[in-house]
């Protein structure tokens, strides 16, 4: 089973980077078997997607997000990572690392989420 | 892309059953085999119940079901038990472009 978690600064910012990193263990990034993704949640709001990639080929981005999102993957780490740039108040949000199955659209596994707040 | 359309609450009794509805267009949810519904509770990540408009995940009890008919799918929750309690989204793929839209969530409350 693969588990995922999240870790970066908790506060970032106004107009700054937001980055993110979510180590994967059980399982390796390299694989076939997965995309690696994020989900970010707003305080008292719903879910919105926000990325996945596969390791060696496309990366498919939220257009709402994709002027400002890039998706990354470090298999030296087995870790992957978002950046997301020109940050406001509107991007404070739990982030959660995901996993979908290649083939297969749904996100079956996740971290326990990351708490951003943009503020300055 | 816009989020799917969820109501923003539902309830019922323990035992009894509670459908919730999840409205798209042609282009995500009509258009789609590939719906699926996550369950929160508060302070948690969201969990997979269903896959696929109908599909249940090993593990998730029979007591949860989806369906779809037109743009809108479904989830319904037959024999409520207190532990149902949580928000529900669904989700589904939308398009060419391997894109995933939510919907706004949906608070169930067991009475």
């Known amino acids: 089973q693969v588990q995922l978690r999240e870790s970066g600064p908790g506060l970032v910012k106004p107009s700054q980077t937001l980055s993110l990193t979510c180590t994967v263990s059980?399982?390796?990034?390299?694989?076939?078997?997965?995309?690696w993704g994020w989900i970010r949640q707003s305080p008292g709001k719903g879910l919105e997607w926000i990325g996945y990639?596969?390791?060696?080929?496309?990366?498919y981005y939220n257009p709402s997000l994709s002027s400002r999102v890039t998706l990354s993957m470090d298999t030296s780490k087995n870790q992957f990572s978002l950046t997301l740039t020109s940050v406001t108040a509107a991007d404070t949000a739990v982030f959660y690392c995901?996993?979908?199955?290649?083939?297969?659209?749904?996100?079956?596994?996740w971290g326990q989420g990351t708490l951003v707040t943009v503020s300055s | 892309q816009s989020a799917l359309t969820q109501p923003p609450s539902a309830s019922g009794s323990p035992g009894q059953s509670v459908t919730i509805s999840c409205t798209g267009t042609?282009?995500?949810?009509?258009?789609?085999?590939?719906v699926s519904w996550y369950q929160q509770h508060p302070g948690k990540a969201p969990k997979l119940m269903i896959y696929?408009?109908?599909k249940r995940p090993s593990g998730v009890p029979y007591r949860f079901s989806g369906s779809k008919s037109g743009n809108t799918a479904s989830l319904t929750v037959s024999g409520l038990q207190a532990e149902d309690e949580a928000d529900y989204y669904c989700?589904?793929?939308?398009?060419?472009?391997?894109?995933?839209?939510f919907g706004g969530g949906t608070s169930l409350t067991v009475l």
């Open positions: 059980g399982g390796s990034i390299s694989s076939d078997d997965y995309y």
């Open positions: 696929d408009v109908f």
């Open positions: 990639g596969y390791y060696g080929a496309n990366t």
């Open positions: 995901v996993t979908k199955p290649n083939r297969i659209q749904y996100f079956d596994n």
């Open positions: 989700s589904s793929y939308a398009g060419i472009n391997n894109h995933v839209i």
């Open positions: 042609s282009s995500d949810v009509g258009g789609s085999d590939h």
